[in-house]
Nanobody, 125 residues
Framework: VQLQASGGGLVQAGDSLRLSCTVSGDTFSNSAVAWFRQAPGKEREFSAAIRWGGGHTYYEDSVKGRFTISRDKAKSTVYLQMNSLKPEDTAVYFC???????????????????WGQGTQVTVSS
């Protein structure tokens, strides 16, 4: 399984970006794909996740209402639509896949089996 993240860039506060994560190889019906982010000097933190099969979504409170995660099964791609971006959203964004998709640990980075390479998002004030 390989994940390829793309779509990052430099934007101004209030702007929007859409990140893409293309998954190649096996995808499992119970799996979950998530977006994590890591700002300089900070730990990697959960942003959003989606169950590949049923499409249930999960969000961190700081992005709820601004970010939307979705998936296109035909394209094996997960998207993260980010609206109303803030300078504090600046980070490297990683997509990751958890084969088991256990809901109780969906926010825990250590549970994810495969990771993409990351894409930089910079929001200027």
């Amino acid at each position: 399984v390989q994940l390829q993240a793309s779509g990052g860039g430099l934007v101004q506060a209030g702007d929007s970006l859409r990140l893409s994560c293309t998954v190649s190889g096996d995808t499992f019906s119970n799996s979950a794909v998530a977006w994590f982010r890591q700002a300089p000097g900070k730990e990697r933190e959960f942003s959003a996740a989606i169950r590949w099969g049923g499409g249930h979504t999960y969000y961190e409170d700081s992005v709820k209402g601004r970010f939307t995660i979705s998936r296109d099964k035909a394209k094996s791609t997960v998207y993260l639509q980010m609206n109303s971006l803030k300078p504090e959203d600046t980070a490297v964004y990683f997509c990751a896949l958890d084969v088991r998709g256990i809901v109780t640990s969906i926010r825990i980075a250590g549970q994810y089996d495969y990771w993409g390479q990351g894409t930089q998002v910079t929001v200027s004030s």
